[in-house]
């Protein structure tokens, strides 16, 4: 994950799926390589949005489909801190990044902490979006959709950046107007697998 924020500076991470439980991700919680947890804890959705949230839907918004997966919702958040490695310098990563996780639905989520907190991503990374048999009620890849709906009409802005892919290759689906495909992260996951494609705003702000 921190290799996709390296060349950009981007050292805080906020990563959302809500078919993974707490259990699921503890186990996995201190696998970075090359860092440990300097700290970590349990976050309450009211330190996120202090003054709640109103949702606002897309036009042609679905509830039946919204709610299709909602038995293997396993919502949490936490937050955790890693620090590098003392045998480890800057060639391998930054020195500390943050990893907000929640375990909640990605559309929902981006508009909570974006349109409520006026504010923007710099990036954001679709990977493994779970289209077809991965238990994600839309498709994140479609820009019509809800979560291209949502992340376009943020009145704080769109993300500068946008990366797209996973296991295997071929990720040639990916095309929201203004953005431009600039080059590809291969060999993304270990054991040489894996594609990431990276899509830059034409005119951001």
Request: hydrophobic letters at 30%; proline letters at 5%.
């Amino acid at each position: 994950m921190y290799t996709l924020g390296r060349t950009q500076n981007i050292i805080s991470f906020i990563y959302c799926d809500y078919a993974t439980g707490e259990e699921d991700f503890r186990q996995e919680q201190n696998t970075f390589r090359g860092y440990y947890i300097l700290g970590s804890r349990s976050v309450k959705h009211s330190e996120l949005i202090p003054n709640g949230w109103t949702p606002k839907f897309l036009p042609r918004f679905n509830l039946e489909a919204y709610q299709k997966y909602k038995d293997n919702w396993k919502p949490f958040i936490t937050w955790t801190v890693y620090e590098r490695d003392v045998n480890r310098d800057n060639m391998h990563g930054p020195k500390r990044f943050s990893l907000l996780y929640l375990g909640g639905e990605g559309v929902a989520s981006y508009q909570a902490l974006y349109w409520t907190n006026q504010m923007k991503p710099k990036a954001l990374a679709i990977i493994q979006p779970g289209t077809g048999f991965g238990l994600n009620w839309t498709d994140f890849r479609d820009e019509n959709r809800d979560l291209g709906w949502v992340v376009r009409n943020n009145p704080s802005g769109e993300p500068d950046i946008i990366y797209y892919g996973g296991y295997g290759s071929g990720y040639n689906d990916f095309a929201w107007n203004g953005y431009s495909e600039t080059r590809i992260i291969h060999h993304y996951y270990n054991y040489n697998n894996g594609e990431v494609r990276v899509f830059t705003r034409q005119n951001p702000e």
